[in-house]
Every structure is written in structure tokens, then in C-alpha cells.
């Protein structure tokens, strides 16, 4: 099995920073793309960022020039840095990743359990 586990949410002021994490553990061969979602009360799970294995990167029209997803492939691990944050920033963040595992050929999609992140004075 596989599992990611996010850290980093919290609450924090207009105009601040956070930094998520997510770390993809378990039987893994591979790990193919893998992204960051949010989820406010009562809308839509939406995609924020996402980024390839070889790091060409993609994000939401909301978030660009203010959130950067990285990721660190010899730690199984996808981080955003969220900057100048806004309160429609504020939603559960959960991320994904496109996983091989060990003696198959078939990639599945796995999430995290979610991260609050709460952006308000």
C-alpha cells in the first residue's frame, strides 16, 4: 500500500506565508506526477498545482506567481510554498500522487488525508 501524509496548514494573517508538505510512503517503484488540490466548505475539490516527475509544473490561474510547487523525488516528496495568501486561500489542501508500485505496471492515484489551511486576521 501507499500513503501520504501532509503537514504544514495552519492559520495565518493576509499577506503571510505557509509551506505544505506531503511525503508518499510503502511499496513504490515509481511516483509519476503528483499535485496539491484544495477544498472549500461547500464548493468543489479544485486543483492548485501540479508537477511532473521531471518538473515541468502547472497551476491554477488563482495561485500563480504567488504559490511554488517543488518537489524532492529521492524523498518521495511534493511541497507548495504559499505566499501573499489570501482569505479565499483558506480550504483543506490535499495532495496527489500518480503511483507505480512494486511488480505491477498499473499507476494509481492516491491522496492525502487533507491539511487545514485558514488564511483570516
Known amino acids: 500500500q501507499v500513503q501520504l501524509v501532509e503537514s504544514g496548514g495552519g492559520l495565518v494573517q493576509p499577506g503571510g506565508s505557509l509551506r505544505l508538505s506531503c511525503a508518499a510512503s510503502?511499496?513504490?517503484?515509481?511516483?509519476?506526477?503528483m499535485g496539491w488540490y484544495r477544498q472549500a466548505p461547500g464548493k468543489q475539490r479544485e486543483l492548485v498545482a501540479t508537477?511532473?516527475?521531471?518538473?515541468?509544473?502547472n497551476y491554477a490561474d488563482s495561485v500563480k506567481g504567488r504559490f511554488t510547487i517543488s518537489r524532492d523525488n529521492a524523498k518521495n516528496t511534493v511541497f507548495l510554498q504559499m505566499n501573499s495568501l489570501k482569505p479565499e486561500d483558506t480550504a483543506a489542501y490535499y495532495c496527489s500522487a500518480d503511483v507505480q508500485q512494486l511488480s505491477t505496471i498499473v499507476i494509481h492515484l492516491y491522496w492525502g488525508q487533507g491539511t487545514q489551511v485558514t488564511v483570516s486576521s
Open positions: 510503502g511499496s513504490i517503484l515509481r511516483i509519476y506526477t
Open positions: 508537477i511532473t516527475g521531471a518538473g515541468s509544473t
